[in-house]
């Protein structure tokens, strides 16, 4: 059985080359849904029926472990796939917030958390919410580690700022352009605005890496630390598999990875190289004829 990884386009490509280079050994399968990128502005419903085809169609070719390798994905989707459409004795679905979200806290040193993300992310408030719930269990581990420390309480401040223009922009394979500074300097702006005192950047979109030359650029003397995903989400599914022996035992290992995408697969391949840095064969697919 093979390690699916879906994005709505190349931007899981970011998390995948981490993961391979993390977990080499593995037999992965790369989706890409890039006829339909960006998922960000799209509504739940969709953005859900647009997920549930990928998984599906990564599930027929093989995969019993998946990535969703997009936040948007993560953040609309995941819940109600995991709860209500797949049997987890058959295949398991992991989303790339959770692993994040962990993290941050341990970063941060005055608490002032800034994440960038589309507009779906944002509005869907996962990661405020996911945040919450860290911040309170680690506070509970606190109280009942020391009774006498039972007092403090870790609190974060979280900023969020959606990006609607970045994701379209990487697809199109403007990252590098001119007319990319403009639009980093513009959401940039406005978040620190909104809280000058953020000191960790969260890169909630894995699209967004591709933009971190320019973001560095933009903050540069600015002590505030970028979190970039890739390593995070790489670093948990290695600790997933040592925790499911059992499904870890079932992946393949002949270290290959098939690239799919619901583009032109010349297309894809072209632009995927720029992505990680190595040639690339994808294969057209269709997922619309997928029931769900
Ligand atoms: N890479 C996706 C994410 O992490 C991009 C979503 C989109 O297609 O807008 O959110």
């Known amino acids: 059985m093979k390690i699916g990884v879906f994005d709505s386009g190349y931007g899981g490509l970011t998390i995948l080359s981490k993961i391979r280079e993390r977990l080499p050994g593995y037999d992965y399968i790369y989706l890409g849904d890039n006829a339909r990128a960006p998922y960000g ?52 679905v992991l989303g790339v917030i959770r692993p994040t979200v962990e993290v941050v806290p341990s970063l941060t040193r005055n608490g002032h958390i800034g994440i960038l993300a589309t507009p779906g992310t944002v509005s869907s408030e996962s990661y405020v919410i996911e945040l919450q719930h860290q911040m309170a269990a680690m506070n ?14 870790y609190q974060l401040s979280i900023t969020q700022q959606s990006c609607p223009l970045w ?19 513009k959401y940039l702006d406005e978040l620190l605005r909104r809280d000058p005192l953020i000191d960790t950047l969260v890169l909630g979109c894995t699209h967004y890496p591709l933009l971190l030359p320019k973001i560095k650029e933009y903050l540069q003397g600015k002590p505030i630390t ?15 598999l040592n925790r499911h022996p059992e499904i870890e035992r079932d992946c393949s290992k002949g270290g290959t990875c098939r690239y799919l995408t619901t583009e032109a ?28």
């Not at 379209?168 to 403009?182: K, N, R, T, V």
């Not at 970028?226 to 997933?240: C, F, K, R, T, W």
């Open 41 to 92: 502005t799209r509504s739940f419903q969709v953005i859900y029926e647009y997920t549930l085809q990928a998984v599906r169609y990564l599930q027929a070719q093989g995969c019993r472990l998946i990535i969703l390798a997009c936040n948007t994905a993560s953040a609309k989707a995941l819940r109600t796939i995991q709860q209500h459409d797949i049997d987890p004795d058959r295949l398991r």
């Open 167 to 185: 994701v379209p922009l990487i697809e199109a394979g403007e990252h590098d352009s001119d007319g990319a500074d403009w639009f980093v300097k």
């Open 265 to 292: 697969a010349d297309r894809f391949s072209d632009s995927a190289r720029i992505f990680i840095n190595q040639p690339v064969t994808a294969e057209h697919v269709s997922l619309e004829h997928l029931e769900k």
């Open 226 to 240: 970028v979190i970039s995903q890739g390593e995070l989400v790489a670093n948990s599914l290695a600790d997933y």
């Open 140 to 153: 509970e581990k606190i109280s009942t580690v020391n009774c006498q420390l039972s007092t403090i309480n």
